[in-house]
């Protein structure tokens, strides 16, 4: 059976995860983000597409493509962390808002902790929630948020598409 799709899109920088500055984001790699995402996506019954990008002009367009269009499935749901574009991109929301897909942004550090440039997120004004300050853990409590609102909101309450297979399913799963 077709299992909803999330995906999980990293911004500016993330890349570097584990390798430099381990006393404010942690030891773990992105490879390792990865792997936990994989291992909670099983458990919950969904599929993700984790990626991460340098680009902002990439980012925008991985966003613009979890709508489904023909021979494009589409994801069901959005988990960011959009790193330091959250802090300076109207464009980042703006793509957001138009994917009309629930969209959870996770931070690894408590980015209200920090300093204050850091304190606003363009994003959060498209997410259904926020998850800062957990480390890598977040990403594993915004997959499950997000199941937890696909399984609540028939069609996720978005256009249809979104599952792994691209096929005619709507966004979503039936309880
Ligand atoms: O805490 C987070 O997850 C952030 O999104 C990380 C961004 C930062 O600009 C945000 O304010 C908060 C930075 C990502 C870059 O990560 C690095 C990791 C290791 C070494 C250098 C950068």
């Given at each position: ?104 942004e996770v931070h690894l550090s408590n980015i209200h ?63």
């Open positions: 059976m077709a299992l909803p799709l999330i995906a999980v899109l990293n911004g500016p920088n993330l890349n570097m995860l584990g390798l430099r500055q381990p006393e404010v984001y942690g030891a773990a790699t992105l490879d390792d983000v990865e792997a936990l995402c994989a291992e909670t996506a099983e458990a919950l019954d969904l599929a993700i597409d984790f990626r991460q990008t340098n680009s902002e002009g990439e980012l925008v367009t991985w966003v613009q493509d979890c709508r489904p269009a023909p021979g494009r499935p589409g994801a069901a749901a959005i988990l960011i962390n959009p790193a330091a574009l959250s802090h300076t991109s109207v464009a980042l929301l703006d793509a957001l808002l138009a994917a009309e897909r629930p969209v959870v902790r920090r300093e204050e440039f850091r304190h606003h997120s363009y994003v959060s004004r498209a997410a259904v929630g926020v998850i800062c300050g957990l480390g890598i853990r977040g990403y594993a409590l915004g997959l499950t948020a997000l199941a937890e609102i696909l399984l609540d909101t028939p069609g996720g309450g978005m256009p249809g598409g979104g599952m792994a297979d691209g096929g005619a399913a709507e966004g979503g799963r039936a309880r």
